[in-house]
């Protein structure tokens, strides 16, 4: 029986960490939990255990994955080159949501980097990640465990929703705290470059660099993560003002469409059939939700979604970042 039909996906004690650990050895894949989403993951050193998590998530070879790590010691056993500035990013945020990007050891696999001269290496802030890390000993590489282009999983269910075939064990570790994909930073070109936004903010970054780090606009090449559409659900994300709200309402029940708004607070004005959404209030709240509210328009088979996306810097920059991605604009530019 595979994890799908399971109703039990618990699996979180030590017996979980065990059985991940002799998943990893055999060359299977896991669902593994992070601070930020979950993992689809496979021992990073073993290149047919890295293949089968393209072909889980049907994502195109030449996307490069995340190479998880117990601790920032074992750096050195996966990039060259390394700056001093990695140390010291790694002595503040790891732990933690920053994934850095540096020159890749000679022993990393293609499959791993995507062909790329650099590896992508982060040490996650979840009890039950460190845990299989540490017993596992290796490298875990692990993308989001979504199929290619959709919404990064924030639960133990939704992971086995999208890819309960594809795993031999997944580890329940909760709502995810964090909610949305690690920052990225690029540190193999001299500059440090801020290739994906997310909790840890550029100011963040900023404290610890002592200079402006780079915000490229255009980084699709480089990061083929920051595709235009991306972390996209079924329903048309249709971005809107608090004002602009009502017109867009209008609009699309003109054409009988099933409209929903996902927004941080609900105006009065609003028909009161039209499905609302609520967003949350502090960015953490929202940042910890965003994924979730995403797959419930969908579980209500909302043909489009009018989302508000928040303003300000910090988290909220991240957010604007996925909800432009989920709309097919691109990234957000402020
Ligand atoms: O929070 C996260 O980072 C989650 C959890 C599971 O750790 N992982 C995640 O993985 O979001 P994924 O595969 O969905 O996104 C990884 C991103 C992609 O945008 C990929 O292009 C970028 O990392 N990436 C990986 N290696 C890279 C490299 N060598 N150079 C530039 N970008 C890289
Ligand atoms: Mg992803």
């Not at 047919?48 to 074992?74: E, G, S, T, W």
């Not at 910890?288 to 043909?303: H, I, N, P």
Request: glycine share 8%.
């Amino acid at each position: 029986m595979n994890i799908k039909d399971r109703e039990d996906i618990r699996l979180s004690g030590s017996a979980g960490v065990r059985d991940a650990v002799d998943a990893l050895r055999r060359g299977a894949l896991i669902g593994l939990p992070t601070e930020t989403v979950y993992g689809l993951g496979a021992d990073a050193g073993n290149p047919a255990a890295v293949a089968k998590i393209f072909a889980a998530k049907q994502r195109p070879a030449d996307h490069p994955l995340i190479v998880h790590l117990h601790r920032a010691a074992q750096l050195a056993q996966w990039a060259r080159d390394i700056p001093a500035l990695a140390w010291s990013l790694a002595e503040a945020f790891w732990p933690g949501p920053l994934t850095l990007v540096l020159p890749r050891a000679a022993t990393v696999s293609d499959g791993v980097t995507g062909g790329l001269d650099t590896v992508a290496l982060r040490v996650p802030a979840h009890p039950l990640a460190l845990d299989v890390l540490e017993a596992f000993g290796g490298g875990i590489a692990a993308p989001s465990a979504n199929r290619h282009k959709k919404i990064s999983p924030t639960t133990a269910r939704h992971v086995r929703e999208e890819l309960g075939d594809a795993v031999e064990v997944l580890l329940d570790g909760g709502p995810c705290r964090v909610g949305i994909e690690s920052t990225i930073v690029d540190l193999s070109t001299g500059l440090p470059r801020l290739l994906r936004p997310g909790a840890i903010t550029g100011e963040d970054l900023e404290r610890v660099t002592g200079k402006p780090v780079e915000s490229p606009v255009d980084t699709a090449i480089r990061s083929p993560g920051r595709m235009k559409l991306h972390y996209a659900p079924n329903a048309r994300v249709v971005l809107a003002s608090m004002e602009q709200v009502p017109e867009r309402i209008a609009e699309y029940a003109a054409l009988s469409a099933r409209v929903g708004v996902l927004s941080a607070r609900r105006a009065e004005s609003w028909p009161a059939q039209v499905p609302w959404l609520s967003m949350g209030h502090s960015p953490d709240q929202q940042a910890q939700q965003l994924y979730r509210r995403l797959r419930e328009a969908d579980d209500m088979d909302l043909a489009v979604l009018i989302v508000v996306p928040p303003d300000g810097r910090g988290l909220n920059h991240a957010l604007r970042d996925r909800l432009w991605r989920a709309a097919g604009l691109g990234h957000a530019l402020a």
